[in-house]
């Protein structure tokens, strides 16, 4: 029970997504890592479906970037990326890797051990999210929170365990006993507060280029599935950006239409972010409106998509290929190169397929699910915290 309950404190990433730019009505041309807060957070999701069968996963995460991804099976420690062991020496690593092997070992068993206990009901989930952030010119900062069944449960804080407001009397039974083991305090205080920072501040270094990289997004619009008669859901896509701050409205003119609905910033494969962001209009309404996007790539420039142009844009590009097809059909054999005329139109098809699919999010990669899924409790969290530290910029 003591190695069990002292290992998650051994964890030692801490969450800390970057701040939304949601409420900030500008990103402005330049938003430069070095002025927001960074984080390394771990995160670990354990399903138990019964007192026989569990599962866990646990990855590593610098801001948004996923940096780490444990085999829970062997528990040795992926690194994805080539700057993912930031100074660290080979040593260092693998005495974390020893920890968190000691960790992913005990503590499934320990929590089916307690399950009765702890009153907890089968199948359930726990998340832990647990790093650290530093702040530009400030100490930084520790955190680690657990969740039961997808909602608050216990946080670390300073030197206790406390049960979150409203996880009722089974959090606070769990922190009590918790609470009791001085050990567990000690390594988490040590890994949250002294590990966690001078790893932070290596890899940070070393992933610099891949935090500032400034990618432009593409954008297009289309038409969502209808919300009634006379009405149009009008649909902008942005996608392919870094970093992940971006502004998108639809609007008429200069004016920013009321009722612009933002959905999340999903992540694509290749760590670049996608948005879509909708408007509800009647369908006389929707001629001069226009989806507009601002983002750090940019430099001010920014990118103004007509919603009339969608019409026509796409039907031309679908007759320049018809009448290719037709070329190639009837003059091919004649043309040697008609391969290369392939390869010129091939990159058009993907953005032709969109509007028909319009009520589709085009992610990249199935994956984006199961992290969406893994950050769902967190979000409510770090949208709130990120919205403090946004009004204190
Ligand atoms: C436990 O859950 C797993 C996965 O759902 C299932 O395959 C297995 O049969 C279950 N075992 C028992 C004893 O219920
Ligand atoms: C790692 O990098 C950080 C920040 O650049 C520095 O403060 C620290 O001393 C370095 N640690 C080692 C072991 O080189």
Redesign the pocket.
Known sequence: MLLLLLLPLLFKGILCPWPSPEGKENPGPHHLAGEEPLSFHMLQISSF?????ENNQGSGWLGEVQTHRLDSVSGTISYLLPWSRGNFSKEELESIQAVLQLYFHTLPREVQVHSSQFQLEY?FVIQISSGCTLHPGKASEAFLYGAYQGSDFLSFQGYSWKPSPGAGSRAQNVCKVLNRYRVIKEVARNLLSYTCPRFLAGIAAAGKSELERQVKPEAWVSKGASPGPGRLLLVCHVSGFHPKPVWVRWMRGEQVQPGTQQGDILPNADRTWYLRVTLDVAAREATGLTCRVKHSSLGGHDLIIHWDGYHILPMLTCLAIMVTLVVLIVVGPWFQKQSFNWTVCSPHAPKLALPMEANIQQPRSLGHQLYLAQKSWMKNRFLKKGKISLSKL
């Open positions: 479906a019964n007192r026989s069968w199948p």
